[in-house]
Every structure is written in structure tokens, then in C-alpha cells.
């Protein structure tokens, strides 16, 4: 398999994320995890999803506790965590050894040192973050490729507001850059109202 391949192959810390499958059968995800941990990884991440659910219906939590139970590697937890609540809740509901973070580490990358040093952002982190991704783009990226990442990262990042549809094309007019950036400062002229959960339409991409 894939997994003692890879294994064959390295010796940094070898993880293995997976899913659910195609079948809504927690027992085929919980037999894979140990062939996982027999085939030599080192700890999993699961996301309690089938393929067709995409990320519309709710992952199934209660499926991670049967993959933990399963074997005795650490397992990372996955799907539908926004805030430090839904952490604890997890890792109370399925015993995991850990959490892994999608999309609200893409729509607010300051939960990191939020929830574990305490920093307290201001009001202008919002602004803050979308220039500073644009401007981080623009050094990695060629010009065209950055601003399609812009436009990719402007989805999750407009589900933090009310109007986040709105904001989201108000942010991705234009083919450029300085035009994204202009899109930004006019955007946060005013400060738009910022929900506490992620606005789900956005988030269900
Ligand atoms: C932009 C984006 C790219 C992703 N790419 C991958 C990927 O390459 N491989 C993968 O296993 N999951 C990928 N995922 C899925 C996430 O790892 C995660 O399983 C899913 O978003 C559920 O977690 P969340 O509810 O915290 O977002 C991606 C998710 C997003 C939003």
C-alpha cells in the first residue's frame, strides 16, 4: 500500500489524513486506521466525512471515537471547529489526541496564537490580514497565479462577515493586485459586521 511505501521511504513523522470514504460506514474508516497504524504511520487526521457530503452536512464526530478506540497511534480530529468551545466538545466526544484545523485557520489565521498564547486582535485585524496576504501572494507567487489565491482565500475570509457575499466580490474585482488592494481599502472603510461563527454559505466550498 501507500502508506509502507512512503514509510520505506522516510524517517521524519509520517501522518495520514483521511476520510470517511464513500459509504456513510463508520466501521470501513475504523479498520482503515489500523491498517494505517500496521502499515507504519505515525498518527492520523480524520475527517468523519463521506466523499459526496463535500463539506455541506456536519462531519460525524462520533465517528472519531471509533477510530481512536481502534488503535494506538495519536489521532487528530477533524471537521467543523471555529472557535476554542468546539475544541474542548471534541476532545471530550472522541477521546482524540488532537485537532486539525481547515478552514477557519484559512478565514481567521490568528486563531493559532488566540487560543493558545492569548493574543486579543483589534478591529483591524480583518484589514490587517487581507493585505498582508496579498502582499505575501505577490512574493511567492507569479502576478496571475496570486491574485486566483487571493480570490480562493477571499471565499473563506468574506464567511467572518454578515454581508459576506457581498464582500466577497466587492474584494475580488479586478485582475490585479493593486486593484485587490484597492478593493481591500474600500472594503474596511467602514468596519463590516463580523459574525461570531463562520457564515456557512461561503464556508461550503
Ligand atoms: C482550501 C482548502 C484546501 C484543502 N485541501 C485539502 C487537501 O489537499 N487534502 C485534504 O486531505 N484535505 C484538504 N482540505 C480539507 C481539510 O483538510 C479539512 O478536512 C476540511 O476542510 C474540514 O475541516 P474544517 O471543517 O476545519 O474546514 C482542504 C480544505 C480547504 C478549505
Not at 29 to 39: G, I
Not at 54 to 60: A, C, D, I, N, V
Not at 142 to 167: C, D, L, M, Q, T
Request: hydrophobic share 40%; aromatic share 12%.
Amino acid at each position: 500500500g501507500i502508506v509502507s511505501a512512503v514509510r520505506k521511504k522516510i524517517s521524519i513523522p509520517l501522518f495520514v489524513k483521511f476520510r470517511t470514504g464513500w459509504k456513510d460506514d463508520p466501521e470501513y474508516a475504523a479498520d482503515l486506521s489500523k491498517r494505517f497504524e500496521d502499515a507504519g504511520a505515525d498518527a492520523l487526521t480524520f475527517h468523519p466525512r463521506v466523499a459526496p457530503d463535500r463539506r455541506s452536512r456536519p462531519p460525524k464526530w462520533e465517528y472519531i471515537g471509533q477510530v481512536k478506540d481502534r488503535v494506538s497511534i495519536p489521532v487528530f480530529g477533524n471537521g467543523n471547529i471555529f472557535d476554542e468551545e468546539d475544541c474542548r466538545m471534541m476532545l471530550k466526544k472522541t477521546n482524540c489526541d488532537g485537532i486539525a484545523i481547515g478552514r477557519i485557520a484559512i478565514a481567521r489565521p490568528w486563531i493559532f496564537s488566540m487560543w493558545t498564547e492569548g493574543f486579543s486582535p483589534d478591529q483591524n485585524i480583518f484589514k490587517d490580514v487581507a493585505l498582508q496576504m496579498s502582499l505575501l501572494l505577490e512574493k511567492y507567487y507569479n502576478p496571475e497565479r496570486a491574485v486566483k489565491r487571493f480570490k480562493k482565500f477571499a471565499i473563506y475570509f468574506a464567511a467572518n462577515f454578515r454581508f459576506g457575499h457581498s464582500i466577497y466580490s466587492k474584494l475580488c474585482k479586478g485582475e490585479t493586485m493593486p486593484e485587490i488592494r484597492d478593493n481591500i481599502q474600500a472594503v474596511f472603510q467602514t468596519v463590516p459586521e463580523v459574525v461570531e461563527r463562520p457564515n456557512m454559505n461561503l464556508f461550503t466550498n
